[in-house]
């Protein structure tokens, strides 16, 4: 992947996490290109709440499987921007890390939405 990609504050895009590894590329950051239809672009602190809503909806991140540790609250991870939106939707958005999300997550939702959600403020000044 290009370094060349930029986050919500227009800088290098920083990575989300590598404990577990994330990214539709699994390098760690929220990096995307055409062959990522599901536009995993979105850095967020997973919750309680969001992990179940997102096994109610089809998707179980928390149950390990091969190759997989399955997730737990406090864990990062490069979530598919439409299912960001549905869970703020649904009042169970998850914090976004600004400075790890992707710029095209607000070609998905409302870049306000994702600021207000923000984990890391301090990056807003």
């Known amino acids: 992947m290009s370094s060349s990609q930029r986050n919500l504050l227009g800088l290098p895009l920083v990575p989300c996490?590598?404990?577990?590894?994330t990214?539709?590329?699994?390098?760690?950051?929220?990096?995307?290109?055409?062959s990522?239809?599901?536009?995993?672009?979105v850095c967020a602190e997973m919750t309680e709440e969001f992990l179940a809503?997102?096994?109610?909806?089809?998707n179980d991140l928390s149950t390990p499987r091969p190759g997989f540790p399955g997730l737990k609250p406090?864990?990062?991870?490069?979530l598919?921007?439409?299912?960001w939106k549905e869970a703020l939707d649904a009042n169970v958005?998850?914090?976004v890390i600004l400075a790890s999300t992707h710029e095209s997550a607000t070609e998905v939702v409302d870049r306000s939405a994702?600021?207000?959600?923000?984990?890391?403020?301090?990056?807003?000044n």
């Open 17 to 21: 996490s590598t404990h577990p590894v």
């Open 23 to 34: 990214g539709f590329f699994r390098t760690g950051c929220c990096e995307t290109d055409d």
């Open 74 to 78: 406090g864990d990062r991870w490069c």
């Open 93 to 95: 958005a998850p914090p």
């Open 114 to 124: 994702l600021f207000r959600h923000a984990l890391d403020p301090q990056s807003l």
């Open 80 to 83: 598919c921007a439409a299912r």
């Open 53 to 58: 809503f997102s096994a109610t909806r089809g």
């Open 36 to 41: 990522d239809a599901g536009r995993h672009v």
